[in-house]
Antibody, heavy 119, light 110 residues
Framework: EVQLAESGGGLVQPGGSLRLSCTAS????????MSWVRQAPGKGLEWVAS????????YYVDSVKGRFTISRDNAKNSLYLQMNSLRAEDTAIFYC????????????WGQGALVTVSS | IVMTQTPLSSPVTPGQPASISCRSS???????????LSWLQQRPGQPPRLLIY???KRLSGVPDRFSGTGAGTDFTLKISRVEAEDVGVYYC?????????FGGGTKVEI
C-alpha cells in the first residue's frame, strides 16, 4: 500500500522559511515523479511543484519560482519542499502526491501539512 | 492552461444522476497521443482522491457509477446514481503540460 506522510508544517512569520518533508513507503520511490499540491483555507487545489525520478527535472508554479525548491533523497524515500520568503498568501495545507498508476494523475496523496504564514 | 468547471455547485437527490463539466482553454491532447485529464473527489476534511485518469480510466476500487467522457477541450464526469457518500468537491486536472492546473471545483451536496 502506497503511503505518503508529510511533516514540517507550522507557523512562520512573513519573510521566514520552512522545510516540508514527505516520507514515502509501499512503492519504489525512486521510480516515480513526486509533486507538491497546496490548498489555501476554504479554497481549491493548486499545483506547486513536481520533480522527476533522479531530481534533474524540476517544475514550479510561477508564484513560487525563486522562493521554493523541490528536492528528493531516493536513499531515504523522501521528498522535500524548501520554502523561503514566505508570504501570507502561502498559507495552505501542503500535500505530497505521486502518480504510481502511470496516467499522469495524482493517485496517491498524503494527509497534508498545514503551513501558516502570519505575524 | 485554464480549466473551467461548471456548475460551481450541484444539489443532487440520492439515486439520481449528476454531471460535472470541465473545459480547458486549449486542447489537452499530448504529443504522445494521450489526453491527461483526470477527476478527483475531495470529501470534507480529507485529502483529494483520484477517481478517473486519462479522461475515462477508472482507478481500481472506484465504484462504476463514476464515469468520465470527453475529448480535446471538453470533458464530463458523470455519477449514474448519486449516493450520500458522494458528497464533496470534485476537481478536474490537466497534466498535459506544465504548469499543471486544476479546475475551480464543483461542490456536490445532497
Amino acid at each position: 500500500e502506497v503511503q505518503l506522510a508529510e511533516s514540517g508544517g507550522g507557523l512562520v512569520q512573513p519573510g521566514g522559511s520552512l522545510r516540508l518533508s514527505c516520507t514515502a513507503s509501499g512503492f519504489s520511490f525512486s521510480d516515480f515523479w513526486m509533486s507538491w499540491v497546496r490548498q489555501a483555507p476554504g479554497k481549491g487545489l493548486e499545483w506547486v511543484a513536481s520533480l522527476n525520478q533522479d531530481g534533474s527535472g524540476k517544475y514550479y508554479v510561477d508564484s513560487v519560482k525563486g522562493r521554493f525548491t523541490i528536492s528528493r533523497d531516493n536513499a531515504k524515500n523522501s521528498l522535500y519542499l524548501q520554502m523561503n520568503s514566505l508570504r501570507a498568501e502561502d498559507t495552505a495545507i501542503f500535500y505530497c502526491a505521486t502518480d504510481v498508476v502511470g496516467g499522469w494523475a495524482f493517485d496517491s496523496w498524503g494527509q497534508g501539512a498545514l503551513v501558516t504564514v502570519s505575524s | 492552461i485554464v480549466m473551467t468547471q461548471t456548475p460551481l455547485s450541484s444539489p443532487v437527490t440520492p439515486g439520481q444522476p449528476a454531471s460535472i463539466s470541465c473545459r480547458s482553454s486549449q486542447s489537452l491532447v499530448h504529443s504522445d497521443g494521450n489526453t491527461y485529464l483526470s477527476w478527483l473527489q475531495q470529501r470534507p476534511g480529507q485529502p483529494p482522491r483520484l477517481l478517473i485518469y486519462k479522461i475515462s480510466k477508472r482507478l481500481s476500487g472506484v465504484p462504476d457509477r463514476f464515469s468520465g467522457t470527453g475529448a480535446g477541450t471538453d470533458f464530463t464526469l458523470k455519477i449514474s446514481r448519486v449516493e450520500a457518500e458522494d458528497v464533496g468537491v470534485y476537481y478536474c486536472m490537466q497534466a498535459t503540460q506544465f504548469p499543471l492546473t486544476f479546475g475551480g471545483g464543483t461542490k456536490v451536496e445532497i
